[in-house]
C-alpha cells in the first residue's frame, strides 16, 4: 500500500515555546493533517513553535506552503517559528526556493528553542 | 528545452497509472525511485526525481478537472531517464504550468519552481481538451553510467 502517514507530537519547553515533532512524510496527503495540528495549536494561542523535523524523511511544496502558512499567522501575532532538520535533502529543498532566509534552521532542538527566547 | 529522443522496444519503459488523488500520489515517486535506483542514480538523484514526480503529480491533482486518473511513464536511456506525467484534466489554466517568481514567502506555487529546478530538461504540453503533458528528463552523473 503506498499510503504514508505523519506522527506528530507536541510538548511545552519553557512555557509559551511549543516543540513540535514530525516523524514521517510530508506530502500533499499529509500535509493538511500537519495544517490542521498546528492551526489548532494557534487557534489556542500558541504564537512561538520550534518544528522538529528530524525525522521528516521527505518533504514537498505542500509541507512547505503549510510550514509558511503556519509562519504567517503566528507572525500576526508576534510570533516566531524555528525549524530543525540535519537532513541534507531537506536543507536543499529550503536552499532552493530561497526558504533559507525565511525560516532559521538549527541542528537541534535545544538550539531552535534557544533560539526563540 | 526537451531534446528529441529515441523511442521504440528497444527503449525500456515502465508506466504505472494511479487514480487522481492525494493518497496515491507515494506510489508514483516511489515507483519512480525504484526505476532510478536499478538505474544507479545516486541517493540525492533519486531525491530529485521523487520530489520533481511527487510536485507534478500533485500538480495534477489540485489543477487538472475531471481527471480521473495520472499516467507516470519511465522511459530508461544510457544517459539518464525521461519520466512522462500525463493527466486527462479539462481547462487547464495555464498559471498551473508558470514557475514562479521567489521573493516574499507565500503559501503554494513553489511546485513547478522546484520541477525545473531538480531536472534537467522541462517541457509542458497542454491541450485544453485533453489533458496536460510534462516531459522532464534527469541525467545520470558521468559516475553512475
Redesign the interface.
Known sequence: M???DINMQVRSANGSIAVVSLDG?I???TSPKVKDFIGKLIDKGTYTFAIDMQNVR?I???G???L??G??RVREHGGAVTLVSTN??TR??FD????IK?FDIYDSVDEAVDALK | MMQAREVGAEIPEIEVRIPSR??????AR?TVATVAARMHFNV?EI?DL??AV??A??NA??HARESDEIVITCRIYDDGMQVIIRDFGIGTEAERIRSRD??E???????V??IR??MDEVEYSVESDSGTVLTMFKRLGDSNR
Open positions: 503506498a499510503r504514508v512524510e506530502d500533499v496527503y521527505y514537498d511544496s505542500t512547505l506552503g503549510v509558511i502558512g509562519l504567517k541534507p535533502q536543499k529543498i532552493i526556493t530561497g526558504l525565511v | 492525494a493518497e496515491w500520489v507515494a506510489l516511489l540525492d531525491a521523487k520530489l511527487a510536485e503529480c500533485t491533482i489540485q521567489l521573493g514567502p507565500r503559501v503554494g506555487g513553489l511546485g519552481y522546484l529546478a531538480l
